[in-house]
């Protein structure tokens, strides 16, 4: 299948695509707009929250522990940026997990933006008429937000609560754009989903990165980035950058126990042209520092966003870096946003979406 293909697939034949569809979607848009076409694609970012069909890509509310030897390591982070990640886990040392206690639930709810990225209805008439495939250049993109939230209760055996709220476009870049987004429009609308046990409707766990399922990984900085190196083989622009990217997925979770994220922090400052991308980064109103790798030739950067004050972690995104699908370079072509909290109880219905 070619890339404006795979594109279309995404906007029209999956209409309960999921973030991680999106993601793929969106990878498949880089590939289409760089150049030279030989340039390596960007792999799809794997999710480390699922609930069924339904990809809960999040990203943490997370606190870190210093490691001595990451601050201007040699071959690492620059130093400016290693100072960043160095102030925000000295901050985020006292920090504790929450704890969910009887009755309770933890509750992960992600804000997150995605491009959605195809041709119009008119370009792909246009298309056929010409006997022809849809071209890069027939490619346009708008941004839409996805809310969701999912409920972890203190009983793992009882039910587990998903509400998916319906994307809804929140920016377009031009008249095609705006086209396409109105035709994309109204494909979903909010969802309640419930899993007794954890369960999917498939009897699949629901799986979440936390102490069990993250046992086996390195608590060495130096040894965990080897062991992400080696996992993602080949993947991606760079094997730096690709690394990074590894750690968003996995902090972009919500549910990273704190010992954990202090490593993950640990080791993104051992990671050779990581940086400071923006000094004052805001994301669903949460304001801290970006820190990112550029993957030039490539088209995007990835960024995580903390706050060296406190240690949170308040999100991650992926940043154009060269005009493409009518969308301007600096465009935040995916980012999300996560609060980690313990309730007392579930909303009900889909009020979350109401707000």
């Not at 050779?272 to 994301?283: F, M, N, R």
Request: hydrophobic residues 40%; proline residues 7%; glycine residues 10%.
């Amino acid at each position: 299948m070619d890339e404006i293909s795979l594109l279309n697939r995404v906007r029209a034949d999956v209409p309960e695509r999921t973030p991680d569809d999106v993601i793929r979607g969106r990878a498949a848009l880089l590939r289409a707009i760089e150049a030279p076409a030989t340039a390596p694609g960007r792999r799809p970012r794997r999710p480390w929250m699922w609930v069924g069909s339904a990809v809960a890509a999040t990203c943490a509310l997370t606190g870190v522990f210093v490691f001595g030897g990451a601050l201007g390591a040699p071959g690492g982070a620059d130093p400016a940026a290693a100072a960043v990640l160095g102030a925000a886990a000295t901050a985020a040392r006292d920090v504790v997990d929450p704890v969910v206690g009887p009755g309770q639930y933890l509750e992960v709810r992600t804000d997150a933006i995605y491009a959605a990225s195809g041709t119009t209805e008119a370009d792909t008439e246009e298309a056929r008429e010409r006997d022809t495939t849809t071209e890069a250049s027939d490619v346009t993109s708008f941004l839409e937000r996805d809310l969701r939230a999912l409920w972890v209760p203190a009983d793992r055996s009882a039910d587990w609560i998903e509400v998916r709220c319906a994307r809804v476009p929140v920016q377009t870049f031009g008249p095609r754009s705006e086209t396409f987004a109105a035709e994309s429009g109204g494909v979903e609308d909010n969802a309640r989903q419930v899993f007794p046990g954890g369960k999917t409707e498939y009897g699949a766990p629901i799986t979440m990165l936390d102490a069990d399922s993250a046992a086996d990984l390195p608590r060495d900085p130096h040894q965990l980035l080897e062991r992400i190196y080696q996992e993602n083989g080949n993947a991606g622009p760079s094997r730096d950058g690709e690394a990074l990217v590894w750690l968003a997925d996995r902090l972009r979770s919500g549910t990273v126990p704190a010992e954990l994220r202090s490593v993950f922090y640990d080791t993104a400052a051992l990671i050779p042209g990581v940086t400071i991308t923006e000094e004052q980064a805001t994301l669903n109103g949460r304001t801290g520092t970006a820190i990112g790798r550029d993957e030039g030739e490539n088209g995007f950067r990835q960024d995580i966003i903390i706050d060296p004050a406190t240690g949170e972690f308040i999100g991650e995104r992926q940043v154009l870096l060269r005009p493409g699908a009518d969308m301007p370079a600096g465009t935040a072509t995916g980012s999300t946003s996560v609060t980690t909290t313990v309730v007392d109880a579930v909303p009900e219905g889909t009020s979350l979406c109401e707000g």
